[in-house]
């Protein structure tokens, strides 16, 4: 079950780097976003969107995280009197990974359900995806403060969970002579992805948030790029 805990959570974890970047596209201008939405819905294939493939990438992701949320589920607490001593242990030893650990249950709880909510609207409405229908989804369906909370939440969550990962499996850790060398660089490295993670988000999530306030008295409206796409 660790292993599985694992596998879905370097999954969820690299699966949210390239969501991220994806996500980011907007920031190169509409009609890159409107590209990679489109590529995604097989659209320079099949000459028209299938969002079918959309959602079916989204039922395997959110597999994946109900999965992993689960088997996470073992590592939760059992009851307060369990996080009562954790908490105070944590408050004694002001270590670094104890402290870590605490903030990954808090942050997986936040996204059971912060998460959810996104998952079921990327599920259910495909064929919202784009620089106009994002940007209204963000804006003036008021769901950048989920956003600015879910995108805290799993970047912490992410970062931290993969750092875990890197440790508990002994990745990067070679011939294991410099085993506190390779914990303090790997916990560096963390931080920084982290933190580039969270700025592109968050310029992300203002591009969104501009766009769909210049939008609004337009809601609804599908986005067109200016040039004429491949298949005319
Ligand atoms: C295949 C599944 C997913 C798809 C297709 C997807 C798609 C998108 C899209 C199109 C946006 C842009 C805003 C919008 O249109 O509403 C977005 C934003 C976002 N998504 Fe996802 N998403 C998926 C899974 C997830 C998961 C599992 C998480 C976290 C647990 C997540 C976290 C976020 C965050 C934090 C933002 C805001 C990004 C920002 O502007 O900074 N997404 N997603």
Redesign the pocket.
Same mark, same amino acid.
Not at 212 to 227: E, K, L, N, R, T
């Given at each position: 079950m660790d292993f599985l805990q694992s596998a879905t959570g370097l999954a969820?974890g690299l699966f *949210?780097w390239v969501?991220m970047f994806f996500?980011a596209t907007i920031l190169l201008g509409k009609d890159a976003m409107w590209t990679v939405a489109r590529m995604f819905e097989g659209y320079f294939i099949f000459g028209r969107p299938v969002y079918g493939l /959309?959602s079916a @990438?989204?039922a395997t992701?959110a597999t994946l995280?109900v999965v992993h949320a689960a088997l996470a589920l073992r590592k939760f607490p059992a009851n307060y009197r369990q996080y009562r001593t954790y908490r105070d242990h944590m408050k004694e030893m002001k270590h670094e990974d104890t402290t870590l650990w605490y903030w990954q249950v808090v942050t997986g709880f936040a @996204?059971f359900f912060l998460?959810s909510v996104? @998952?079921y609207i *990327?599920l259910t409405r495909p064929d919202r995806?784009g620089p106009f229908e994002?940007a209204d989804?963000?804006w003036s369906d008021l *769901?950048w403060p989920l956003?600015l909370v $879910?995108?805290f939440a /799993?970047e912490f969550h992410g970062g931290v969970g993969l750092y875990r990962l890197a440790l508990k499996w002994g990745w990067f850790e070679g011939d294991g002579r410099d085993a506190a060398g390779t914990r303090r660089k790997l916990r560096i490295f963390k931080w920084a992805l982290t933190g580039f993670f969270l700025v592109l988000?968050?310029l992300? $999530?203002a591009a969104?948030m501009k766009i769909g306030s210049d939008h609004a008295p337009f809601y609804g409206q599908h986005y067109v790029p200016a040039a004429p796409s491949p298949r005319g």
């Amino acid at each position: 079950m660790d292993f599985l805990q694992s596998a879905t959570g370097l999954a969820l974890g690299l699966f *949210m780097w390239v969501h991220m970047f994806f996500v980011a596209t907007i920031l190169l201008g509409k009609d890159a976003m409107w590209t990679v939405a489109r590529m995604f819905e097989g659209y320079f294939i099949f000459g028209r969107p299938v969002y079918g493939l /959309v959602s079916a @990438l989204v039922a395997t992701i959110a597999t994946l995280f109900v999965v992993h949320a689960a088997l996470a589920l073992r590592k939760f607490p059992a009851n307060y009197r369990q996080y009562r001593t954790y908490r105070d242990h944590m408050k004694e030893m002001k270590h670094e990974d104890t402290t870590l650990w605490y903030w990954q249950v808090v942050t997986g709880f936040a @996204l059971f359900f912060l998460a959810s909510v996104h @998952l079921y609207i *990327m599920l259910t409405r495909p064929d919202r995806i784009g620089p106009f229908e994002s940007a209204d989804r963000v804006w003036s369906d008021l *769901m950048w403060p989920l956003y600015l909370v $879910l995108l805290f939440a /799993v970047e912490f969550h992410g970062g931290v969970g993969l750092y875990r990962l890197a440790l508990k499996w002994g990745w990067f850790e070679g011939d294991g002579r410099d085993a506190a060398g390779t914990r303090r660089k790997l916990r560096i490295f963390k931080w920084a992805l982290t933190g580039f993670f969270l700025v592109l988000g968050l310029l992300t $999530l203002a591009a969104y948030m501009k766009i769909g306030s210049d939008h609004a008295p337009f809601y609804g409206q599908h986005y067109v790029p200016a040039a004429p796409s491949p298949r005319g």
